[in-house]
């Protein structure tokens, strides 16, 4: 890991295989952040905790969400090299994954992972930034 000048603001940069991670009790939020793919994938985690998590796999090509199994997939392009706004929440038992502003998944998860940890998973051959990365709670 490292942080980079990017445009105007300091960004992290993953490259090869790299996790960082934050926090260990993360319950219904809403995750927000800016994404600028590289190369290759990202996998952003959450709720992990005794082994089991969410996984979002994304992609140039996709974006997945994974719990120990594929559950959803959206076939939609993201551009390299430019910044997308990802949002991620897990409220009322409905996982919601928004990419720029657009509703890619919306999974109705019957049962939910209890709280976990948050982590941003950088994968083999990939580089990616991340930048303005927030937890928030869900609106009510």
């Not at 997945?64 to 706004?85: M, T």
């Not at 897990?90 to 998944?105: F, K, M, S, T, W």
């Amino acid at each position: 890991w490292s942080v980079v000048q990017a445009q105007d603001s300091k960004a992290l940069r993953g490259a090869g295989h790299v996790h960082a991670f934050a926090g260990a009790n993360w319950d219904e939020v809403v995750w927000r952040m800016r994404v600028k793919l590289s190369t290759g994938q990202a996998h952003l985690n959450f709720h992990a905790s005794n082994g089991q998590r969410y996984l979002i796999s994304f992609g140039q090509d996709w974006t997945q969400l994974i719990r120990d199994k594929p559950l959803a997939q959206a076939s939609i392009p993201h551009r390299l090299e430019e910044w997308h706004v990802v949002e991620i929440s897990l409220h009322q038992d409905v996982l919601r994954i928004a990419v720029d502003g657009v509703l890619e998944i919306e999974y109705a998860e019957t049962d939910s992972l209890p709280p976990g940890g948050i982590w941003l998973e950088v994968l083999d051959k990939s580089v990616v930034l991340f930048d303005d990365v927030y937890v928030c709670e869900p609106p009510q």
